[in-house]
């Protein structure tokens, strides 16, 4: 079946591009175009022009790629035209009126990968690199997409079939020369693969903050300056502010960007309307936050001395906790020393718009610190399930025949073939690529 689609995004532009997929794609696009195609080469193109009958829909380049040497591995062309709607639907529905039929969301991608053009941790990455919003999250995404990931699953999964062979060999032939396969030995091979996946699995967390950003609560004491730090940080890139209004206040949360770190900071009208944070109501409803927040920024006063209030603020249970010391350009009378409990401490002036080296803070503990990156929660199942299966396997050496590990180690082989994609049921792969975007 060869489809279509338009790969641009459905709005007026310079150019748009469609592409044609699939074993009669050449011969399609070529009947509706007025150059000859069907003896191109591969990674050529041609200038023409299509026409319904005697009318002349647009001038267009068409590229040609031939299988295997494409994106979907089939044959392949692309045709850009000039980025009206219009004229886009128009060569769309004469492609369908000649033999393609419309691409379901994904399906470029999909082909890909049922053509054994990339595995599915590299599929999953399109997505991460086209949705990138900042240059962490791109970067990451693209080391996926390169296939960091599938190398690294796959050399697990390299160890894991090695060991099922040996225990395979050692159980079938045990008269044979068969080098003896002892419990301690598979039980330390299993620990460090399964030490391994544990590793990459823990990276699922960074990966989801990477991608939707920190989740952070900014507490401190009244006149400290959190509304000024909050608007010297929306100022570091306001065009990626997003206000999401609440039910009973006009903003619960904005989205700034600090160098390569994207903060969603909560309940922003709270910081800017109230000066309570640390008196009963608001200090309760900070803390409940802070406990679940990625990140808790605590401001103080350079200005003023160390405080009760200051005491318990240190006291605030978070996942990850920065001090900023703000007001620096005033005369210090803040004893830093009495500070305890923060991963980090940065002195700032919010009033100035000097943030310190706060965002170099950030990307150390948020960026720099994720060397696993994982696409999605289906990753993170596969590699708990595999990890579950192992720990399973050790456990149970001992108890029970070595026949019987090695039922328990396939299925933990089977959830790596499934995240790489090599061995995966047809409704995994339909959902994975469910969640592309038509024409990717
Ligand atoms: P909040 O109650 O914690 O939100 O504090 P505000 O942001 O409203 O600031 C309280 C006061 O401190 C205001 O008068 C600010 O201008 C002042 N302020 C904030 N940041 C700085 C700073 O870096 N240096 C100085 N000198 N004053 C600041």
Known sequence: ???????????????????????????????????????????????????????IIDDVIVTVFRAPH??????????????????????????????????????????????????????????????????????????????HLYRKISSYRER??????????????????????????????????RDGLIRIAAGYDNSRIIRNGVDTVIIGKPNVGKSTLMNALSGCDRSIVTSVPGTTRDIIEESVRVGDTVLRIADTAGIRD?????????IERALARAENADLVIAVFDNSEAFTDDDRRICEVKANRKIACINKSDEESRFDVSLLSGFDS?????????????????????????????????RQKICLDTAADRIKEAIDSIGNITLDAVNIVLDEALYSLLELTGESVSETVVNEVFS???VGK
């Open 1 to 55: 079946m060869t489809v279509a689609a338009l790969s641009t995004p459905k709005a007026a532009g310079g150019l748009a591009v469609i592409r044609v997929s699939g074993e009669d794609a050449i011969k399609i696009t070529d009947s509706i175009f007025l150059s000859d195609l069907s003896e191109m080469e591969g990674y050529t193109c041609a200038y023409g022009r299509i026409t319904d009958g005697e009318e």
């Open 160 to 193: 894991l079939t090695k060991l099922l062979g040996s225990i395979s060999a050692w159980i079938d032939y045990p008269d044979e020369d068969i080098p003896e396969v002892t419990d301690e030995a598979v039980i330390r091979e299993l620990t460090l693969i």
């Open 70 to 147: 494409s994106y979907t591995g089939e044959d392949v062309t692309e045709i850009s035209c000039h980025g009206g709607i219009y004229v886009s639907e128009r060569i769309l529905s004469l492609l369908y009126s000649v033999g393609a039929v419309p691409a379901a969301p994904g399906e470029f991608t999909k082909r890909a990968f049922l053509n054994g053009k990339m595995d599915l941790t590299r599929a999953e990455a399109v997505m991460d690199v086209i949705s990138a919003q900042g240059g962490a999250y791109l970067r990451k995404a693209e080391n996926v997409r390169e296939g």
């Open 435 to 437: 969640r592309f975007c």
């Open 274 to 282: 109230t000066s309570d944070i640390v008196e009963s109501a608001g």
């Open 345 to 377: 401490i940065v002195h700032i002036s919010a009033k100035n718009g000097d943030i310190g080296d706060l965002s170099g803070i950030l990307s150390d503990m948020f960026i720099e610190t994720a060397d696993e990156f994982l696409i999605n929660e």
